[in-house]
């Protein structure tokens, strides 16, 4: 149980341009989702929190305009990256918990590799 | 400042023999902390909870102990296996109820 799905797995695009990556709770009702990005080597930083029906909650240095965050629904959250650059390239992961904060085990997505040319 | 600590440096460990790893922070006071699996371009996977009141976990293999004196948590694989090669991080609760996430520490077993 608790399975996350994220989608796409990997994604090229151009600069300028937007990707949406998609991630979902299989299994069961996500009250809050969480994003991260990861660069090599290097920790998780959580870059914002989601409860569905509301808007997420940025982490300091993270920019709300381009990184669009929905969560419409208990299973689905999005994150849009708007005019991606280069140094938007990173692996983006997604999070769910069953709680409304980020207390107790978080279930990771696969991770979403970007690579902004 | 608070931080939290895993060794950068790669584990390497001879199959078969215990794996341990090391997880320090400074100025928490987390009531929970948790290890976390991650294979190469994966996401973390959830292996073990501990919680302040509690000296030691195990699940199966795995032992976790945490130490809320000497702010540490130390993971444990006893008789190792290739497949337990990956990286392991640690994340604690800060009193803002977030997780804050060690970079974790690579660990190889070498067969």
């Known amino acids: 149980g608790a399975v996350v799905s994220q989608h796409p797995s990997w994604v090229i695009c151009k600069s300028g341009t937007s990707v949406k990556i998609e991630c979902r709770s299989l299994?069961?009702?996500?009250?809050?989702m969480f994003w991260y990005r990861q660069f090599p080597k290097q920790s998780l930083m959580l870059m914002a929190t989601?409860?569905?029906?509301?808007?997420?909650?940025?982490e300091q240095g993270v920019e709300k305009d381009k990184f669009l965050i929905n969560h419409a629904s208990l299973t689905l959250s999005t994150l849009t990256v708007t005019s991606a650059h280069p140094e938007d390239s990173s692996f983006y992961i997604c999070s769910a918990s069953f709680g409304a904060s980020s207390r107790g085990t978080q279930y990771f997505g696969p991770g979403t590799r970007l690579l902004v040319l | 400042s608070q931080k939290i600590e895993q060794n950068s440096e790669a584990l390497n460990i001879q199959e078969g023999k215990t794996a341990t790893l090391t997880c320090n922070y400074t100025?928490?006071?987390?009531?929970?902390l948790q290890w976390y699996r991650q294979d190469p371009g994966r996401g973390p996977v959830f292996l073990l909870l501990?919680?302040?009141n509690e000296k030691e976990k195990r699940k199966e293999r795995l032992k976790v102990t945490f130490d809320t004196t000497l702010k540490q948590s130390l993971f444990h694989i006893t008789a190792s296996q290739p497949a337990d090669s990956a990286t392991y991080l640690c994340?604690?609760?800060?009193?803002?109820?977030?997780?804050?996430w060690g970079a974790g520490t690579k660990l190889i077993i070498k067969p």
């Open positions: 994340a604690l609760e800060d009193s803002n109820y977030q997780l804050i």
């Open positions: 989601s409860n569905e029906g509301s808007k997420a909650t940025y």
């Open positions: 501990i919680r302040e």
């Open positions: 100025n928490y006071s987390p009531a929970y």
């Open positions: 299994d069961f009702q996500a009250t809050t």
